[in-house]
């Protein structure tokens, strides 16, 4: 079993960054593909990023791709997103995710989610 709890949402203006941390449980942890996917008012929930368990594949939605970096402490079993050069359209509920299988963009494949942070960007 695995249990996600995320955590370093905030609100920042634009331009400014934040790091998002995702702490998990249980002893697979290291075996496991991590993610994050974030949710909009209004809007479908999105892919943001995913690393392989031994950090050596990573893969980013288009909208990120030069801002955000994704990476992990098998050792401290803690993920983390940094979030640069964030934009008004970031702002969502940043979902922690984990898989015990290759990385993938589809929601549907994430075994674990955690509850969630919220992140706001001002203008």
């Known amino acids: 079993q695995v249990q996600l709890v995320e955590s370093g949402g905030g609100l920042v203006q634009a331009g400014g960054s934040l790091r998002l941390s995702c702490a998990a449980s249980g002893r697979t942890f290291s075996t496991y593909t991590m993610g994050w996917f974030r949710q909009a008012p209004g809007k479908e929930r999105e892919f943001v990023a995913a690393?392989?368990?031994?950090?050596?594949?990573?893969d980013y939605a288009d909208s990120v791709k030069g801002r955000f970096t994704i990476s992990r402490d098998n050792a401290k079993i803690t993920v983390y997103l940094q979030m640069n050069s964030l934009k008004p359209e970031d702002t969502a509920v940043y979902s922690c995710v984990a898989r015990p299988g290759l990385v993938t963009r589809w929601a549907d494949r994430y075994d674990y989610w955690g509850q969630g942070t919220q992140v706001t960007v001002s203008s």
């Open positions: 690393i392989s368990w031994s950090g050596g594949a990573t």
